[in-house]
């Protein structure tokens, strides 16, 4: 058997494009553009990479894009005071800090600055927490996407078992939560759990997001099942060309999943795509207009 490729490309240029009318719809109904502040500290490059990413679709959905651009030595009390800033800023519906932030700045602090009305990372401890109690949310984007991606493949995922495997604040823990609110039945693994291959056999839903290329094996995987590889590790191969590879082995899993997301044009593709959809719905909920239809 060959797995089913989930296409996360197509499926988000699909999403992009109904934000996209739906921004046009709020804007010629309500006077309504959704703006989105962007906030670089220092120059990663592959943070830079991502926000120039989420620049240009956020425009290409007609949305307002702001960027700033700090230098990496910036005072923590400056970086607090753009963002104080950004809160009041009506032009603003979404503020994003991108991660991670020089060690020199605290970023529970500077993420506790952000209004949470307009924390479309939902990284914010209120977001967090009324993810955690059921409660509506704004909701981590790259989470969101892997639930887009499964409901690809699955129109319910109700009663079905899924494994978590990794439990950040970014990635891990929201999707637990957003499986619980399908009536997934969830298993969380992490670095401390024990025999890993074997709790992955029982799942029907399988979600690595560790860091590590090509942890998860084929034969961990129960046939039939859907594999939604969050991983993003960069290898450098023989010919000193990098090559990112996801936490599957996918070549493997290929063999015995019955869907898999490929590394690239997976879930990463789903990311930006998923923070357009949070702006517009923090757009709408700030300015008390009904929920966007997407
Ligand atoms: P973190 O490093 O914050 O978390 C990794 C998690 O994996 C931790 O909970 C850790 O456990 C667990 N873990 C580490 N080693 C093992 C192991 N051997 N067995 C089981 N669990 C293990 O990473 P993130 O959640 O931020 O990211 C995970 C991956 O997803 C990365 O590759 C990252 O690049 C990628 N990513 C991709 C995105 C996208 O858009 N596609 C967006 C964000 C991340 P413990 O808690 O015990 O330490």
């Keep these: 058997m060959t797995a089913r490729i989930i296409d996360g490309?197509?499926?988000?240029?699909?999403l992009r494009a109904r934000v996209a009318e739906e921004v046009a719809r709020v804007r010629r109904e309500h006077r309504l553009t959704p703006g989105l502040a962007v906030v670089l500290v220092g120059s990663d490059p592959a943070s830079e990479v991502y926000v120039r990413s989420k620049h240009t679709q956020t425009q290409a959905a007609g949305m307002a894009s702001f960027e700033h651009k700090l230098p990496a030595d910036v005072a923590e009390s400056d970086l607090l005071a753009l963002i104080a800033k950004l809160n009041r800023d009506p032009g603003?519906?979404?503020i994003l800090v991108q991660l991670p932030l020089p060690k020199s700045l605290h970023t529970e602090t500077v993420i506790n600055a952000i209004d949470p009305a307009k924390d479309v990372d939902g990284l914010?401890?209120?977001?967090?927490?009324?993810l955690a109690g059921g409660l509506p949310a704004l909701a981590p984007c790259t989470p969101l996407g892997c639930i887009i991606l499964t409901k690809s493949v699955h129109a319910s995922l109700e009663g079905m078992n899924a494994i978590v495997i990794g439990r950040s604040n970014l990635v891990g823990?929201?999707?637990?939560?957003?499986l619980l609110n399908e009536n997934a039945t969830v298993t969380i693994a992490h670095s401390r759990s024990h025999d890993l291959p074997q709790l992955t056999a029982r799942a029907d839903l399988v979600y690595?997001?560790?860091?590590?290329?090509?942890m998860v094996r084929g034969d961990w995987i129960r046939p039939g099942a859907t594999v939604i590889d969050v991983g993003i590790n960069r290898l450098q191969g023989d010919d000193g060309?990098?090559?990112l590879v996801g936490d599957v082995a996918f070549q493997e899993a290929l063999n015995v999943a019955g869907a898999i997301t490929p590394v690239p044009g997976g879930v990463g593709q789903m990311t930006v795509a998923c923070l357009l959809v949070n702006t517009l719905r923090a757009a709408c909920a700030i300015a008390g207009l009904p929920a966007p239809a997407v």
């Design 124 to 130: 914010h401890p209120n977001n967090a927490g009324r």
């Design 92 to 94: 603003v519906h979404g």
């Design 9 to 14: 490309k197509a499926i988000a240029a699909e």
């Design 241 to 243: 060309k990098t090559r």
């Design 173 to 178: 823990r929201p999707l637990v939560q957003l």
């Design 208 to 214: 690595a997001a560790v860091g590590k290329p090509e």
